[in-house]
């Protein structure tokens, strides 16, 4: 029908919850977190179009969250913008300047739909298929490899990115990112980063020779293509399980380094990208001892 206003969330990716229409082309979405107790980060991603091109306005209302992540507008899934400023409305402002409660408890934005989808995204989305798209193309350098070290909750593959140009190295980087789906822009600095070491400058040669890198560009497939908040399909933060190993997403990174320390490989330097409120580069505190805790940092 013309005058019907349809909402989507059957895409990987999506997350949304409840739509109900308010009369005058005003419509209250609900978007609620996988299973709680969690730490909120109260992604979102859903389609919206129209038989008859109009104005409408969407109301973003959260379960026990607020407004942390400014909307982005696509109309083709992949090429993101941010929406335009005025069409952005703050409801409840938050207090301070800084963490989920500096955030508005909703917010509306106003756009003009037509008869194909548009998207809008907490993020850009960068799914489980995009991510090894990715990975693909930058394995047609003969340095690069990429093969699969496990399997996620749900079956889908623990891909591994290997950069080896030199036989006889055996210092070597460990990467890991995207453990909360949400986090995409850590991510995108993690593939800034593995676009720079396999790079054509002297400096990213030089690297090379003397280091191998291993990345998980994707730590939890599962949640980020069922649109998770923070968790994989076990309900837990999987950056909370790098000590028990409960989750086969974590298991497959130990499996993995266990095997290629067994080979001889020394393990140098790790690093796991992360999105978070400010810009933050910190190691583990010198305090702490043990071979396997040596030269990591996170990056938020």
């Not at 507008?73 to 400023?85: E, R, T």
Request: aromatic share 12%.
């Amino acid at each position: 029908m013309e005058d019907e206003t349809y909402f989507s969330n059957n895409f990987d990716g999506a997350r949304l919850n409840g739509v109900a229409y308010d009369g005058n082309d005003h419509y209250t979405i609900w978007i609620t977190a996988e299973n709680t107790p969690i730490n909120v980060s109260p992604w979102y991603s859903f389609k919206v179009w129209t038989g008859k091109p109009r104005e409408i306005t969407i109301k973003l209302s959260y379960q026990d969250s607020r407004s942390r992540y400014y909307p982005k507008i696509s109309l083709d899934g992949i090429h993101f913008k941010a929406l335009d400023s005025t069409a952005f409305k703050v409801i409840n402002p938050g207090e301070g300047e800084f963490g989920i409660k500096a955030a508005p408890e909703f917010a509306e934005i106003t756009l003009r739909i037509g008869n194909k989808p548009t998207w809008i995204s907490a993020q850009e989305l960068y799914t489980s298929k995009r991510v090894q798209e990715w990975v693909d193309s930058l394995s047609i350098k003969p340095f690069i490899s990429n093969y699969e070290i496990g399997k996620s909750h749900e079956n889908r593959s623990m891909q591994l990115m290997e950069i080896k140009e030199y036989p006889n190295t055996k210092k070597a980087l460990m990467i890991i990112s995207r453990q909360h789906p949400p986090e995409v822009t850590g991510f995108l600095v993690m593939k800034s980063f593995m676009e720079t070491i396999s790079g054509d400058t002297e400096q990213a040669k030089n690297f090379r020779k003397e280091y191998d890198v291993f990345a998980v560009p994707l730590m939890n497939p599962d949640g980020v293509d069922n649109g998770h908040w923070r968790h994989n399909m076990g309900g837990i933060d999987l950056n909370r399980d790098w000590e028990n190993f409960n989750q086969p997403e974590t298991r497959s990174v130990r499996d993995f380094l266990n095997k290629k320390s067994n080979e001889g490989y020394e393990f140098v330097f790790g690093a796991d990208f992360h999105s978070t409120w400010d810009d933050i580069y910190y190691p583990i505190d010198s305090t702490v001892i043990g071979r396997e805790r040596k030269n990591c940092i996170r990056l938020d």
